[in-house]
Every structure is written in C-alpha cells, then in structure tokens.
C-alpha cells in the first residue's frame, strides 16, 4: 500500500511567547494529503514498528492522560500530524532535550494540520522534525529507518548549538527567578535580564569578572606571590625556562616537587610527586609543551580538591580521585585503560559526563614510566598502576569542608579580584584546617566549570547556578525594566507615540520598536521601513541596549503569528482592538475566536503585578480582563458601558471620557482629569481618542503623576 508523503508547505520558528506558549516552539503547517483517509488503526503494521523503533513512546500519555495513552490513540486510530508531534518531542527526548510542549491542530484546509513543538534550539528541533517525518513515512510504507544514527545526530547538534551545560544551570536558575534570557551569540554568551537591569555571563563568567583578575588568575606564579603576601598558604616555587633550571630549582626547593605549565589548565602537562633528575627534566619538557613557561614547586602531600567560589561564599566542592589500573597479568595497561577507567559510564567526551575518557598522552605516558611500565607492558594480578594523578574531581564534599579553610579560600578569591573562582587546594583532610596538615592553594581560576558540581560522580549535586544568579541578581531583583507592549488592529503606533512620550517626560531613557521605527531616548535611530518586517529583532534590540529604563513595543497581530513576542513578559499589556484584522488568512487565522487567540497572547504574558490595559467598548477585548494574572485597567470613550462601570464598582481602574472630561476612575471613586477639548484635535478624533486613553491608563498602571501625564498630552507634538 502506497501513500501521499507527509509534506511540509511551511516551517517557521515562533521565538517568543506565541499562540501556543510561553515558551519558543516550531510551527509546521503540514500537509498529509491522502493520508488523511488512513488514520494509524488503518496502516497495517504501523503500531508494531513504530513502538518497536521508539518503546519509549510508552511515557506519552497524551489525550487519556495515563502512561502509554499516546500508544493507545495510535491502536485506536490517529492521524500522521499527531503522531509526527509525538515522534519530534521524543526524538528531542531521546537526544537529551526532556519533556516539551506540543500541539497538532487540524486547519480549515482537509488533510493540512500545524504540528507545533517545543524547540529549544531552532537548528535542533528542525532536524528533528524532519526526521520524524522520514521515521513516520518509514512506517507507513514499511521501510527501514536507522533510529539509532538519527538520534547519534540530533545529540552531536545538541552538542554544537545549545548552550553548555555550565551556562545552561544558570540560565535556568535565572529562569525559576522568572528573570529573563536574551543568547546573545551562538555559544555561551547570555544576557540575563532587559536594558539598564541586565547582566551578562559567558559561562561561570559575569561582566564583572575583571579583566585584570582573570589575567592574574592565568599566571600563577603573580597568583601565588599576591595569596603569599596576605599571609595564606601557597607551596614554594620558582619559574624555570630550561630542564637544567628545572632540576636546580627542584633541589633548592627540596624533593619531592610538582612541575607544571604556569598558564596552564585542566591539569594538563602537570606532573607531581617527582624524586629524580630525570623525572623532572622529562616532566618540563612535557609542561613546557602546554604552556609558555613552567613552575616548579614544593609538593604537598594530599588530595586534590576544588572549591567553588561565588561571591565571598563557597558554594560547592569537590574531591579529586586518581585514574589507576589493577593489572590482571592477562592484558596491557593500554588495554586496562579502556577496561578498568574509561568503560566507566561516568566518563565520556561530551559536556554531560562528569568525568573525561583518559588517554594515552605524554602526561600519562611519563607517569606509567616513572613506574616502570610502557603502555603495551602487561602488569601482574593485583598490581596497581597509576595514570593520572589529577583532573579527576569527581566526588561531592562541599558539606565535609572546614569553615576556615572556605573562609580562606573565598580570601584568596578576592585577593585575585575573581567574582567566581575555582580554587585548587591540596589537604590530606578537607574537614580540618590547613595549616595544621600543611596544606596549600595551588591556584585560583576564573571561569570554572560547573559540570563537576552539577554531576558530580559521587555525592549530591550542587545548585551552583542559583547561587550565580544569587549573586548578580540579589535580594529578589527580577533584572526587568517595565516592558510595554501593544497589540490591535488599529492605533497601535500612536498609542505607543504617546505613551513613550509620557515617559520620556520622566527623564528616563526609553526605548520605542513600533511601525515608525525604532527610538532611543527620543531619538529616531532606525526608520519604519527598515523595521516593518523585522519588528521582533527591533523589539529586541530596545531589550538589548544596556540604557534603556523603560520600553514601549508595538506588536502586530501578523508578527506574533510569525516569530512570537520579543520578552518573555511585560509590566504592561495594552489591546486595542479585535476587528476588523488585516488579512490573516496566510496564517490560517479566519474567524473571531482566531483572532482573539492570537490577540490574548499579549494578556496572557502580563506580569502578576503588571497591568491589562483592555478596551471595554471592544467585547472580545473586553473578555480577555479573566486571563489576566496581573490588574485590569478599562478604558473606553463611552463612560456607561456596563462591563466597565461593574468593574469601577468591583474596585477596579477605569479610564474614559464623560460629559467633555477625561475621568480617571479608582475604587469607585471618579476623578475628572481635564477637558478633552483643551487638547489638540488629532488626539481626540474618532478611534485616535482610543490611542491616547491607552496611553494615559498605562502611564497611570506604570505608576506617572497625572502633572506629567497632564504635561505629556499638552505637549506631545502635532505633527506626530
């Protein structure tokens, strides 16, 4: 049996809140075209194999809301589109994107559908998607499909474009704080928060993580001159430039000795416990390879262990272990590598694995050496050989750390200058002090990384991420600016005209996107024409900027259906207007209850305590006052309309016109505001009059004195 592919008409990629969610999605308008007269229950052998290529479809519950409801509608009979949105999500699943929003909804087109799924990555999700359009043909027609080598691909581009896991815990933590994310480039550099609130990271990095720390920080000779001169413990050392220089230190200094890049890091080229001539001359030539110079120092007896530093508070530490072989007089130390140390599941070489595979390198090679040994030697039964003696912190033992020694620390992260550090100690107990057991700060990093913390092998993890956004974003700061944004068929521009020029009144500098262009402080910095099409970039820009106290955004009904809205939430949400629309029709957006969906998504994104700002003369407008999470404010040009005089009386806001006197209305209480005939005619005519009792109700939701609303109207410029 032969069938129509599944085709795709159009894919677009709604980046902000939108129709469907909060949260950005993939929107595919797809057409099953014969299909739709072969519902699952009707393709022989499809349930089987699809179940088969992906069991875990099992954990869909989906319309029956129970484990394996999805697996039932596809027995009982469903359709391609319902299944390509489960088939999308669990590929994420299974490629390690968890969990996720989808929809698949019949258009008013037979056999054409928008299948809508959570895309945490544009690039990701697209793949996936079409690949679960090939698996879904795959089982229609009975034809094979490499499960394996399409998921093996979706986890390598999970790899290459979503943020690592360091920077994604902070994101997320900044996400529980409902403080917004803007990805600012395609790796790990975030901004957190909008305009003049906003903070930066790149990683375990912030925008005030010194330059001149993280330099310090890289050399760590200067790095241990500065800790030593405050009195804290640092093992004695000497820059060397040769391996005769290096063994002259080393007898100086007195064996054992530690030899190692002095910029180096990750452990890399760094060799301890060394006894010999020709172990430390060997070992520089190898740091020598990894850094630009090389440090010889004291060695300490001890474990290694890394303490993250945030703020001036440790907040997560680890315990190193050391990669060893037992040999078993029957294979190599080569082969007891791959058997013993890097079959172990905790190790492999992508970001999600607390632990790296251990190779055969120089560093390795010198250390199995040093024991007697070459990679291809076969050790006796029960014979431990060492390869790596650091870069293995893998066990939690943040509770275990001794108030002093975390006072120390976090002394010696300051003294660097580092906001967040990771500092390398060695002790033999990290529950005592150091001094005691003669234990010592090897170095101070900047930008650490969090994997250890957030999956350590042993021990529980740590939420590092919520302390980074503790300490950029304290005492319950949200890291917004009041956000405005405006939505309707008609009016939008001149409302969000007035309205920034009431703030602007403020001495604040805002920031305008509307269909005039974009604005900065009163000044035009991009014109209508080169923003029509591009609103949601416009609307991003204004976010973006660092100066911005207070921004106003226009939002057409055609761009939230075509990318979403530019913030995650607003302060104020202002709806003009339902009807008419211009034509919606491309977006399959025909009647009255579309238009209102489409329409709603600027309530529905109303902070708790924000304000809707809604047209009571508008009925559908109107209704929208029941999903707002934050106050209602009517206004309307006709002060008797029922649904808003109930509202005055419930205790609610109101701004309207009556008997020539623009009211403002309160608890019941109505304040005459001042004669709308002292204003300029354009601002009072027909539906313009709309625009500026918006304007007003939001600047009063915003919290302006009715001087400088009064003064903004009386001065607001004719022309515009």
């Given at each position: 049996?032969?069938?129509?592919?599944?085709?795709?008409?159009?894919?677009?990629?709604?980046?902000?809140?939108?129709?469907?969610?909060y949260r950005p999605v993939l929107e595919a308008l797809v057409d099953i075209g014969e299909l739709e007269d072969f519902p699952s229950?009707?393709?022989?052998?499809?349930?089987?194999?699809?179940?088969?290529?992906?069991?875990?479809?099992?954990?869909?519950?989906?319309?029956?809301?129970?484990?394996?409801?999805?697996?039932?509608?596809?027995?009982?009979?469903?359709?391609?589109?319902?299944?390509?949105?489960?088939?999308?999500?669990?590929?994420?699943?299974?490629?390690?994107?968890?969990?996720?929003?989808?929809?698949?909804?019949?258009?008013?087109?037979?056999?054409?559908?928008?299948?809508?799924?959570?895309?945490?990555?544009?690039?990701?999700?697209?793949?996936?998607?079409?690949?679960?359009?090939?698996?879904?043909?795959?089982?229609?027609?009975?034809?094979?499909?490499?499960?394996?080598?399409?998921?093996?691909?979706?986890?390598?581009?999970?790899?290459?474009?979503?943020?690592?896991?360091?920077?994604?815990?902070?994101?997320?933590?900044?996400?529980?704080?409902?403080?917004?994310?803007?990805?600012?480039?395609?790796?790990?550099?975030?901004?957190?928060?909008?305009?003049?609130?906003?903070?930066?990271?790149?990683?375990?990095?912030?925008?005030?993580?010194?330059?001149?720390?993280?330099?310090?920080?890289?050399?760590?000779?200067?790095?241990?001159?500065?800790?030593?001169?405050?009195?804290?413990?640092?093992?004695?050392?000497?820059?060397?430039?040769?391996?005769?220089?290096?063994?002259?230190?080393?007898?100086?200094?007195?064996?054992?000795?530690?030899?190692?890049?002095?910029?180096?890091?990750?452990?890399?080229?760094?060799?301890?416990?060394?006894?010999?001539?020709?172990?430390?001359?060997?070992?520089?030539?190898?740091?020598?390879?990894?850094?630009?110079?090389?440090?010889?120092?004291?060695?300490?007896?001890?474990?290694?262990?890394?303490?993250?530093?945030?703020?001036?508070?440790?907040?997560?530490?680890?315990?190193?272990?050391?990669?060893?072989?037992?040999?078993?007089?029957?294979?190599?130390?080569?082969?007891?590598?791959?058997?013993?140390?890097?079959?172990?599941?905790?190790?492999?070489?992508?970001?999600?694995?607390?632990?790296?595979?251990?190779?055969?390198?120089?560093?390795?090679?010198?250390?199995?050496?040093?024991?007697?040994?070459?990679?291809?030697?076969?050790?006796?039964?029960?014979?431990?050989?060492?390869?790596?003696?650091?870069?293995?912190?893998?066990?939690?033992?943040?509770?275990?750390?001794?108030?002093?020694?975390?006072?120390?620390?976090?002394?010696?992260?300051?003294?660097?200058?580092?906001?967040i550090a990771g500092v390398d100690l060695v002790v033999q107990d990290i529950s005592k002090p150091l001094e005691p057991q003669a234990?010592?700060?090897?170095?101070?990093?900047?930008?650490?990384?969090?994997?250890?913390?957030?999956?350590?092998?042993?021990?529980?993890?740590?939420?590092?991420?919520?302390?980074?956004?503790?300490?950029?974003?304290?005492?319950?700061?949200?890291?917004?600016?009041?956000?405005?944004?405006?939505?309707?068929?008609?009016?939008?521009?001149?409302?969000?005209?007035?309205?920034?020029?009431?703030?602007?009144?403020?001495?604040?500098?805002?920031?305008?996107?509307?269909?005039?262009?974009?604005?900065?402080?009163?000044?035009?910095?991009?014109?209508?024409?080169?923003?029509?099409?591009?609103?949601?970039?416009?609307?991003?820009?204004?976010?973006?900027?660092?100066?911005?106290?207070?921004?106003?955004?226009?939002?057409?009904?055609?761009?939230?259906?075509?990318?979403?809205?530019?913030?995650?939430?607003?302060?104020?949400?202002?709806?003009?207007?339902?009807?008419?629309?211009?034509?919606?029709?491309?977006?399959?957006?025909?009647?009255?209850?579309?238009i209102y969906n489409v329409l709603r998504t600027q309530v529905d994104v109303v902070l708790e305590g924000g304000a809707a700002v809604?047209?009571?003369?508008?009925?559908?407008?109107?209704?929208?006052?029941?999903?707002?999470?934050?106050?209602?404010?009517?206004?309307?040009?006709?002060?008797?309309?029922?649904?808003?005089?109930?509202?005055?009386?419930?205790?609610?806001?109101?701004?309207?016109?009556?008997?020539?006197?623009?009211?403002?209305?309160?608890?019941?209480?109505?304040?005459?505001?001042?004669?709308?005939?002292?204003?300029?005619?354009?601002?009072?005519?027909?539906?313009?009059?709309?625009?500026?009792?918006?304007?007003?109700?939001?600047?009063?939701?915003?919290?302006?004195?009715?001087?400088?609303?009064?003064?903004?109207?009386?001065?607001?410029?004719?022309?515009?």
């Amino acid at each position: 049996m032969t069938h129509k592919s599944i085709e795709f008409r159009r894919i677009q990629y709604l980046r902000g809140p939108n129709i469907w969610t909060y949260r950005p999605v993939l929107e595919a308008l797809v057409d099953i075209g014969e299909l739709e007269d072969f519902p699952s229950n009707k393709i022989p052998g499809f349930y089987e194999r699809l179940s088969a290529w992906l069991p875990s479809l099992i954990e869909h519950r989906c319309s029956y809301e129970e484990r394996g409801g999805f697996l039932r509608r596809v027995q009982e009979g469903t359709w391609p589109g319902h299944i390509l949105e489960h088939v999308t999500l669990e590929l994420q699943n299974l490629a390690g994107m968890p969990g996720g929003f989808g929809k698949a909804r019949e258009v008013s087109e037979r056999g054409v559908y928008k299948v809508v799924v959570r895309a945490w990555n544009e690039q990701v999700t697209r793949t996936a998607l079409q690949y679960g359009r090939d698996l879904v043909m795959a089982a229609i027609e009975d034809r094979p499909f490499d499960v394996a080598a399409c998921i093996e691909h979706l986890k390598d581009l999970v790899d290459t474009h979503c943020l690592g896991p360091s920077t994604g815990c902070i994101v997320d933590a900044a996400d529980d704080r409902d403080i917004p994310a803007i990805r600012l480039t395609d790796g790990n550099l975030v901004q957190l928060g909008y305009g003049c609130r906003q903070r930066r990271i790149w990683t375990a990095e912030t925008d005030r993580t010194s330059a001149i720390a993280e330099s310090i920080s890289r050399d760590k000779d200067l790095t241990k001159t500065l800790l030593q001169s405050c009195g804290l413990p640092v093992p004695e050392g000497q820059l060397v430039d040769n391996p005769e220089a290096a063994w002259e230190a080393a007898e100086d200094i007195g064996l054992p000795v530690v030899v190692k890049p002095d910029d180096g890091n990750h452990g890399r080229g760094v060799f301890l416990n060394l006894n010999t001539r020709a172990e430390v001359e060997a070992a520089y030539r190898v740091a020598n390879e990894e850094g630009s110079n090389v440090i010889v120092e004291r060695y300490i007896p001890g474990i290694e262990h890394r303490l993250l530093v945030v703020g001036d508070q440790v907040v997560a530490a680890t315990r190193g272990e050391i990669a060893q072989v037992v040999g078993d007089g029957k294979h190599s130390v080569r082969e007891l590598i791959d058997l013993q140390i890097n079959a172990d599941p905790r190790r492999g070489s992508s970001e999600e694995h607390p632990l790296n595979f251990i190779g055969l390198d120089s560093a390795a090679r010198l250390e199995i050496q040093r024991q007697g040994y070459t990679p291809e030697d076969v050790p006796a039964a029960g014979k431990v050989v060492v390869v790596q003696r650091i870069g293995n912190l893998a066990i939690d033992c943040t509770d275990e750390v001794h108030p002093d020694t975390a006072r120390t620390v976090a002394l010696a992260a300051r003294i660097v200058g580092l906001d967040i550090a990771g500092v390398d100690l060695v002790v033999q107990d990290i529950s005592k002090p150091l001094e005691p057991q003669a234990g010592a700060i090897v170095e101070v990093n900047a930008g650490p990384g969090l994997l250890m913390h957030l999956k350590p092998a042993e021990g529980k993890p740590r939420p590092v991420g919520k302390a980074i956004v503790e300490l950029l974003f304290p005492n319950g700061d949200s890291g917004r600016v009041p956000v405005v944004g405006i939505t309707g068929a008609r009016g939008k521009t001149a409302t969000a005209r007035l309205l920034t020029h009431f703030l602007d009144l403020t001495g604040q500098y805002i920031g305008m996107a509307c269909s005039d262009g974009i604005f900065l402080n009163r000044r035009q910095v991009e014109t209508g024409a080169q923003t029509a099409k591009v609103q949601w970039e416009a609307a991003r820009r204004v976010l973006m900027n660092r100066q911005v106290q207070a921004a106003v955004i226009e939002n057409g009904a055609d761009a939230i259906l075509r990318d979403g809205l530019a913030y995650d939430r607003c302060q104020v949400g202002i709806v003009l207007n339902s009807a008419p629309m211009a034509d919606l029709s491309h977006h399959y957006v025909e009647t009255p209850e579309q238009i209102y969906n489409v329409l709603r998504t600027q309530v529905d994104v109303v902070l708790e305590g924000g304000a809707a700002v809604l047209n009571a003369a508008d009925a559908q407008v109107a209704d929208m006052a029941r999903l707002a999470d934050g106050e209602v404010i009517y206004f309307a040009r006709d002060g008797e309309l029922p649904v808003l005089r109930e509202h005055c009386v419930q205790g609610g806001r109101a701004v309207f016109i009556r008997a020539g006197q623009l009211v403002l209305a309160r608890e019941g209480h109505e304040t005459p505001f001042l004669e709308m005939a002292s204003l300029q005619p354009h601002l009072v005519a027909g539906e313009t009059a709309d625009s500026l009792l918006a304007a007003v109700a939001a600047a009063w939701a915003l919290g302006l004195g009715t001087d400088v609303i009064r003064a903004g109207l009386e001065t607001f410029p004719a022309a515009a």
